[in-house]
């Protein structure tokens, strides 16, 4: 029953060989075949035996596999006149002319709906391709002959092929917990939670992160689940949005009434901590404030087993800060990060947090929580915003500096969220702090002390030369906090789109030229400067982001290169045909050119830290290697003369 079946080669950039695309329309028709084809998606076994993919499952016991294909072959043998039935032998055209052109319509159908071809396309349309080939070519072999020259192109040329293969293995390297447990000794609380689930988990806080961390933990079985908040109301609101978000699973069929109704019975709101005594693991998920989070943890150590696993959702601040926070004699070990994106029943993506005092135990143990409710844990170092959001700092702050430096017109919201759509992203910086919610940016950047004081009028104690106060008058001055106000950096209108359709603002507009004016007039600038194609607003936001990343690397934030790659996949809409950030500078951009315009920048601003490239990304430029190679070669392990003699040797 929990056999899997399908074609998944697209996913990897490839196309199915060996006649998969001959043989498989031959056997479902044209428009199944696609279907299978190019979504590379897996078929059950009944679906499998629905479309007459397989022959026979063995469901039961009464016989075995083995058994079962000794039957079938029994009963092909007793049919005679194999050659005949053979699907090398079968014509998808039995219509002939006709069914031709009725399958081409099919083709050409399905073909617009595919993404373009610069756009991670590739794959498909050359599967498209070959399934043509399958009904239009005379015979099976010309067929064939059509499959293995696109086969062996994609494979040997394609750069998306190249990125969408190193994206797969990236995420199984950064998943892969394999022996990592076999000589950890655990509590019989946690190596029975580990196995079975249950023995009660928690998380404090029912705002729309705590909820889906709730969910995501209910949909997984864990049981008890308890739900804490300090408020009535609140609490209401969270219980409610999972029991709205599990009808809604099962109107889509993913699950069943009674099974939803099962999961929300072991769901427990309370508006008291005590309750959370007996839990074996518990998630706090509350707004993002230091003293806050500090104080929950210190009241838990309290009221929970020394050995309860304690862990906080933060995204941006000190892991070691929180953790200190447990009394010394109170097992600091098994305190850590696990950093859910929004919204954290749907995103993949948790970065798993270590700090200073994080156990071998914990890490692993939350590795395999991670891998229960079915996401894709990294392990990340502690630092301010860890990797995900330390990286995507540059890059909302190029985003914003772009209209301050008239290099974009005051219209330039949405066509900056074009250059990076049309690049691949999945959605646009812009529409992406909207849909966070501009004020808890806002937020971060006041607790970093970067922001105006609004008693005191004076800027923050820790901004740098550079900085802007665009974005944080558009919250402060005209309260455009995003999707949630339906006004942000976009407008919204609930009768459009749901109110998610992104609308361009004048007001925006108007606050963005007042600023650019304002640049003008202080560096006594006669006219705008010529404004940035789609390409150079790119790579002016994306090179310091991946700098970035290199400076990671440096400080042992994240293991390897293909662990920032799998967080900016899964938690940063990044297009899994490039690959990653990293993969992307290495094959793509090539770190030669973004040595020479991060160079470029800092000369032009000297005092913006992130245009200051990495010593690891001179190094790897000086050694002529990426920085993938740089660590498949094991270069990060070894010291400078070691470095130099295996130089020598490339």
């Given at each position: 029953?929990?056999?899997?079946?399908?074609?998944?080669?697209?996913?990897?950039?490839?196309?199915?060989?060996?006649?998969?695309?001959?043989?498989?329309?031959?056997?479902?028709?044209?428009?199944?075949?696609?279907?299978?084809?190019?979504?590379?998606?897996?078929?059950?076994?009944?679906?499998?035996?629905?479309?007459?993919?397989?022959?026979?499952?063995?469901?039961?016991?009464?016989?075995?596999?083995?058994?079962?294909?000794?039957?079938?072959?029994?009963?092909?043998?007793?049919?005679?006149?194999?050659?005949?039935?053979?699907?090398?032998?079968?014509?998808?055209?039995?219509?002939?002319?006709?069914?031709?052109?009725?399958?081409?319509?099919?083709?050409?159908?399905?073909?617009?709906?595919?993404?373009?071809?610069?756009?991670?396309?590739?794959?498909?349309?050359?599967?498209?391709?070959?399934?043509?080939?399958?009904?239009?070519?005379?015979?099976?072999?010309?067929?064939?002959?059509?499959?293995?020259?696109?086969?062996?192109?994609?494979?040997?040329?394609?750069?998306?092929?190249?990125?969408?293969?190193?994206?797969?293995?990236?995420?199984?390297?950064?998943?892969?917990?394999?022996?990592?447990?076999?000589?950890?000794?655990?509590?019989?609380?946690?190596?029975?939670?580990?196995?079975?689930?249950?023995?009660?988990?928690?998380?404090?806080?029912?705002?729309?992160?705590?909820?889906?961390i709730a969910l995501s933990l209910l949909r997984a079985n864990y049981s008890p689940v308890y739900l804490v908040d300090n408020s009535e109301e609140g609490l209401k609101r969270g219980a409610s949005l999972i029991k709205s978000l599990l009808q809604t699973d099962v109107s889509k069929k993913r699950i069943t009434t009674e099974q939803a109704s099962k999961i929300s019975e072991s769901l427990i709101p309370t508006t008291n901590m005590q309750d959370l005594s007996a839990c074996v693991l518990v998630i706090e998920a509350v707004f993002e404030k230091l003293s806050l989070k500090q104080s929950i943890f210190s009241k838990l150590s309290s009221i929970v087993s020394d050995d309860t696993l304690l862990l906080s959702n933060t995204s941006t601040l000190d892991l070691n800060a929180i953790a200190s926070s447990i009394p010394p004699n109170k097992n600091r070990a098994r305190c850590a990060g696990m950093h859910f994106f929004s919204p954290a029943h749907v995103m993949k993506l948790v970065e798993i947090v270590t700090s200073s005092y994080t156990s071998p135990e914990m890490i692993y143990a939350v590795q395999t929580v991670t891998q229960q409710i079915r996401k894709v844990g990294v392990v990340v170092g502690n630092c301010d915003g860890f990797v995900g959001n330390r990286m995507v700092f540059p890059y909302t702050s190029e985003m914003v500096f772009l209209f301050e430096e008239n290099l974009v017109s005051e219209k330039g919201v949405k066509e900056i969220d074009d250059a990076l759509m049309e690049f691949g992203m999945a959605i646009g910086p812009f529409i992406m702090s909207d849909l966070a919610g501009n004020d808890i940016g806002y937020a971060i950047r006041r607790e970093k002390g970067l922001v105006r004081?609004?008693?005191?009028?004076?800027?923050?104690?820790?901004?740098?030369?550079?900085?802007?106060?665009?974005?944080?008058?558009?919250?402060?001055?005209?309260?455009?906090?995003?999707?949630?106000?339906?006004?942000?950096?976009?407008?919204?209108?609930?009768?459009?789109?749901?109110?998610?359709?992104?609308?361009?603002?004048?007001?925006?507009?108007?606050?963005?030229?007042?600023?650019?004016?304002?640049?003008?007039?202080?560096?006594?600038?006669?006219?705008?400067?010529?404004?940035?194609?789609?390409?150079?607003?790119?790579?002016?936001?994306?090179?310091p982001l991946v700098n970035e990343g290199f400076k990671i690397l440096e400080e042992n934030i994240a293991q390897r290169p293909s662990d920032i790659d799998v967080i900016y996949l899964y938690g940063y809409g990044w297009p899994n045909w490039r690959g990653g950030p990293m993969f992307w500078a290495d094959n793509e951009v090539?770190?030669?050119?973004?040595?020479?315009?991060?160079?470029?920048?800092?000369?032009?601003?000297?005092?913006?830290?992130?245009?200051?490239?990495?010593?690891?990304?001179?190094?790897?430029?000086?050694?002529?290697?990426?920085?993938?190679?740089?660590?498949?070669?094991?270069?990060?392990?070894?010291?400078?003369?070691?470095?130099?003699?295996?130089?020598?040797?490339?």
């Open positions: 029953k929990s056999s899997k079946f399908g074609l998944p080669e697209v996913n990897i950039g490839l196309i199915p060989g060996a006649g998969g695309t001959q043989r498989l329309p031959r056997l479902i028709g044209v428009k199944r075949a696609c279907d299978i084809v190019l979504s590379g998606r897996m078929m059950n076994v009944k679906e499998a035996l629905d479309l007459g993919v397989i022959d026979a499952a063995v469901v039961n016991n009464k016989e075995s596999v083995e058994e079962c294909a000794i039957r079938w072959a029994e009963y092909a043998a007793a049919l005679g006149n194999i050659k005949s039935r053979q699907l090398c032998h079968a014509v998808v055209n039995k219509g002939g002319s006709a069914d031709i052109a009725k399958n081409h319509k099919i083709c050409d159908a399905i073909a617009k709906k595919l993404p373009p071809k610069h756009k991670g396309g590739i794959a498909a349309h050359s599967a498209i391709s070959a399934i043509r080939a399958s009904f239009s070519k005379p015979s099976f072999e010309e067929g064939m002959a059509v499959e293995e020259e696109l086969f062996w192109d994609l494979l040997l040329t394609s750069q998306q092929g190249r990125g969408l293969r190193h994206a797969f293995f990236a995420d199984r390297l950064a998943r892969n917990t394999s022996g990592g447990g076999k000589n950890l000794k655990f509590p019989p609380r946690i190596e029975s939670l580990l196995k079975t689930k249950v023995g009660g988990v928690g998380v404090i806080g029912a705002g729309t992160m705590g909820s889906g004081d609004p008693k005191t009028g004076l800027p923050g104690p820790n901004r740098p030369g550079r900085y802007t106060e665009l974005a944080d008058e558009l919250v402060t001055k005209y309260g455009r906090v995003g999707q949630k106000a339906l006004k942000g950096w976009y407008d919204y209108d609930r009768k459009i789109g749901k109110g998610r359709a992104p609308i361009p603002s004048k007001e925006v507009e108007q606050h963005i030229a007042k600023y650019a004016s304002a640049f003008r007039k202080k560096n006594m600038l006669p006219s705008p400067p010529k404004k940035l194609s789609k390409e150079e607003i790119v790579n002016r936001i994306l090179f090539k770190l030669p050119t973004l040595l020479r315009t991060l160079e470029d920048l800092h000369r032009q601003h000297p005092d913006t830290i992130y245009f200051v490239p990495s010593k690891l990304l001179r190094k790897c430029v000086d050694m002529g290697i990426g920085v993938g190679e740089y660590y498949e070669r094991g270069l990060n392990k070894q010291s400078d003369k070691d470095k130099q003699v295996a130089l020598s040797k490339l």
